[in-house]
């Protein structure tokens, strides 16, 4: 049975929403059930801004996500908010560019990659959310690069089309850099 519960945190502007966009879109492309639930404080960039995502091979009962299986943190508030809902056992992926705490739990596997230092030096900082999608489908194995493709040619249509390769190149960039650092 899949039952993968996922919280982005970030702040406005880092791509949380789209994040959990291309993991549900990404699931649903597999055949899987999803929920996709955004929250975003009062300013858009600068702001909080969350994202819960459910992912079964059964119907979600509910988008409402207490206890994540998986947590991708961009910044340290949502370290510091989000640590001690992880289920124990949980996957934790940290923005090590802007994160320099470490988190305080032994009961999880936290992975830090540094986002924002790889973007830049992918010289596209603007597709880092891709990049986060990639390092989370490595990871966790619980969505599929090819998966993630086809969110991408799914989202990017018509005018955005011209985005499409850019953003599969920061998906793959992401996916190698945790398939090499992490021996997956």
Same mark, same amino acid.
């Given at each position: 049975? $899949?039952?993968?519960?996922? #919280?982005?945190?970030?702040?406005?502007?880092?791509?949380?929403?789209? #994040?959990?966009?291309?993991?549900? +879109?990404?699931? @649903?492309?597999?055949?899987? =059930?999803? /929920?996709?639930?955004?929250?975003?404080?009062?300013?858009?960039?600068?702001?909080?801004?969350?994202?819960?995502?459910?992912?079964?091979?059964?119907? %979600?009962?509910?988008?409402? #996500? +207490?206890?994540?299986?998986?947590?991708?943190?961009?910044?340290?508030?949502?370290? +510091?908010?989000?640590?001690?809902?992880?289920?124990?056992?949980?996957?934790? $992926?940290? &923005?090590?560019? +802007?994160?320099?705490?470490?988190?305080?739990?032994?009961?999880?596997?936290?992975?830090? #990659?540094?986002?924002?230092?790889?973007?830049?030096?992918?010289?596209? =900082?603007?597709?880092?959310? @891709?990049? %986060?999608?990639?390092?989370?489908?490595?990871?966790?194995?619980?969505? /599929?690069?090819? &998966?993630?493709?086809?969110? %991408?040619?799914?989202? *990017? %249509?018509?005018?955005?089309?011209? *985005?499409?390769?850019?953003?599969? =190149?920061?998906?793959?960039?992401?996916?190698?850099?945790?398939?090499?650092? *992490?021996?997956?």
């Amino acid at each position: 049975m $899949i039952n993968e519960k996922l #919280i982005v945190a970030g702040f406005g502007g880092q791509g949380v929403l789209m #994040i959990g966009k291309m993991v549900a +879109l990404s699931a @649903m492309e597999n055949g899987m =059930e999803v /929920s996709w639930l955004p929250a975003y404080g009062s300013e858009m960039r600068g702001g909080t801004a969350t994202c819960s995502v459910s992912v079964s091979d059964e119907p %979600v009962d509910s988008p409402m #996500i +207490l206890k994540p299986t998986s947590l991708i943190v961009m910044n340290l508030p949502s370290l +510091l908010k989000f640590e001690d809902r992880l289920a124990a056992g949980g996957i934790m $992926i940290i &923005n090590s560019s +802007l994160v320099h705490q470490e988190p305080t739990r032994t009961d999880i596997k936290a992975f830090k #990659i540094p986002f924002n230092d790889l973007a830049m030096e992918a010289g596209n =900082e603007r597709g880092m959310n @891709m990049l %986060v999608a990639g390092v989370y489908a490595a990871i966790t194995e619980k969505i /599929s690069l090819q &998966n993630l493709y086809d969110a %991408v040619d799914h989202t *990017f %249509v018509d005018a955005k089309a011209k *985005f499409a390769q850019g953003n599969k =190149e920061m998906i793959k960039c992401g996916y190698d850099y945790a398939t090499k650092s *992490f021996k997956m």
